[in-house]
């Protein structure tokens, strides 16, 4: 029997060739992936000790009691969530493919092969995702972490049971702590605005739904294109969960650039303004007829939204009168938070 995973990729940096997502550059459907009863993913011959910089959290931190995620989504997703209502069945569609039987796989799945993040778990793990969990005014999901060397992180969500993220250990390995909540807060993004069904049915697009009988004649390439254009803005919407949660524009531009390009051994020779200029750069080159035909076409069939773009996006966000409103409507944090 084909099993499917049901993940929510924040950062691809590479075209899926696992049942997973990855944090970073667009995955797109021109490499799809097989389905089969296995679940494989990557793991890396010698362990390494996943290790957190130990920093406070800033004394000025929010939270958002009363925060709707209206409040905080990208127009595109708005447009773009209308335009995916508007197809009749779609919604009923996705759950009767996507039922409790594959939720169910999946739990068990991460449950025998990942680490389970609590309060006696990796604890520094949890109070980054409680803490975040916190900001968003959102209950705070199980969280996973599994061992693979492709910077990754998903979630999962369809049926109304409790969600769960995870996270590769590669990913936790390439980000700073600030870097890595920003990541978690995106994840929680998609669990806060319900994108949940149509996240899975598009992801499961991007793996290669043509590869399961039956499910690929059922959806024609314009009802692809939606979904992915949906998924597009989506992304955009989390990325600005990551930014109510981080409060700090330069941290989620960081997750960003070194998705794009970055390691450890270079994280301390990068550049945050250097990597918004070359954003801006892109526009430039695409701005004539021929660049936006180009850059049309390198879009249209991704997943997620190119990185310098969604740098570019963040960074208009952060200096917008409507991020200045939320800020203003949010509450002081009364503690601060050590390890």
Known sequence: ????????????????????????????????????????????????????????????????????????????????TLLLRAIPGLNDLGRALLGTVTEQIMLLENIGTSVLVSKNQLPELHQLMTEAAEILNLEAPDLYVRQSPVPNAYTLAISGKKPFVVVHTSLVELLTRKELQAVLAHELGHLKCDHGVWLTFANILTLGAYTIPGIGGMIAQSLEEQLFRWLRAAELTCDRAALLVSQDPKVVISVLMKLAGGCPSLADQLNVDAFLEQARSYDKASSSPVGWYIRNAQTRQLSHPLLVLRAREIDAWSRSQDYASLLKRAMKMNTVHTF
């Open 1 to 80: 029997m084909a099993t499917v995973t049901l993940s929510s990729s924040l950062f691809s940096t590479q075209k899926p060739r696992t049942l997973s997502f990855s944090y970073g550059v667009s995955s797109d459907k021109l490499n799809h992936t097989s389905f089969s009863g296995n679940f494989k993913f990557g793991s890396m011959k010698q362990s390494r000790r996943i290790r957190l910089v130990p920093v406070c959290r800033a004394a000025a931190s929010v939270v958002f009691r009363d925060l709707d995620a209206d409040d905080f989504r990208h127009p595109l997703d708005k447009q773009n």
